[in-house]
């Protein structure tokens, strides 16, 4: 079964810190990526998703992710943090089955705090 | 607001009471996914509905857990004889599936029911 790890539970940054959350997946053939983010109280919104074409993919807010399918993974950066960055980051991947598509398969999350 | 919406936000209920949640989504989004999430956990896929028909169920959709999507449109999720452990947020999401593409991947902000 398809599964995704994200690797640190808890980031603690201070504002203008660059950011990187590690995101790995376990799935041999064609996937999509995604990365949601949630603000306490909010609901998931998405971030930014690949695919296909340029691996290196830009998102909103001045996020960006890199697909490297080599090593199965999609990491999510941030050269500058701000403290409104304080949230709940969730890598996703679905299945591409030459056309349709599976269902989201979540990571545990990263909860990342941004010290002002 | 033309996004997912959710009722109720929030439900408590007794251990062994029925309940019923709703989900609108998005009017041209012919996919409508049903997920659950647990404190410090991601997402959970429960099932999807392509229209009104229901694809794919986890197998963590127990018998006491029914979805419909009658008319392919708003989608109500049912959970008999409610346990202390279904206790969870209740993620509803919509997106367009075409072919070659899935579109609008959106999340409702979710119920939160509570089993006392």
């Known amino acids: 079964a398809q599964s995704v790890s994200q690797h640190n539970h808890h980031v603690i940054l201070s504002e203008a810190a660059s950011l990187e959350l590690g995101c790995n997946y376990s799935y041999g053939g064609t996937v999509n990526l995604f990365w949601y983010v949630q603000y306490p109280g909010q609901h998931l919104q998405l971030l930014l998703k690949?695919?296909?074409?340029?691996?290196l993919v830009k998102g909103i807010k001045g996020f960006e992710a890199e697909f490297i399918k080599s090593k199965f993974s999609f990491n999510l950066r941030k050269p500058s943090v701000q403290w409104s960055d304080t949230a709940e980051y969730f890598c996703?991947?679905?299945?591409?089955?030459?056309?349709?598509?599976?269902?989201?398969?979540f990571g545990k999350g990263t909860k990342l705090s941004v010290k002002p | 607001d033309t996004g997912v919406s959710q009722d109720p936000r929030h439900k408590i209920t007794k251990r062994g009471q029925n309940v019923t949640f709703r989900c609108d989504p998005i009017?041209?989004?012919?996919?409508l996914y049903w997920y659950r999430q647990t404190l410090g956990q991601g997402p959970e896929f429960l099932t999807y509905f392509q229209n009104e028909a229901q694809l794919e169920k986890s197998r963590l959709l127990s018998d006491r857990f029914s979805a419909e999507r009658p008319k392919g449109s708003f989608s109500t999720l049912e959970i008999q004889r409610t346990e202390q452990g279904d206790s969870a947020m209740y993620l509803c999401a919509s997106s367009l599936e075409v072919a070659g593409g899935i579109y609008g991947y959106t999340f409702g902000s979710g119920t939160r029911l509570t089993v006392v």
């Open positions: 009017s041209e989004h012919n996919r």
């Open positions: 690949y695919f296909s074409g340029d691996p």
């Open positions: 996703a991947v679905n299945v591409d089955y030459g056309g349709s598509q599976g269902n989201l398969i």
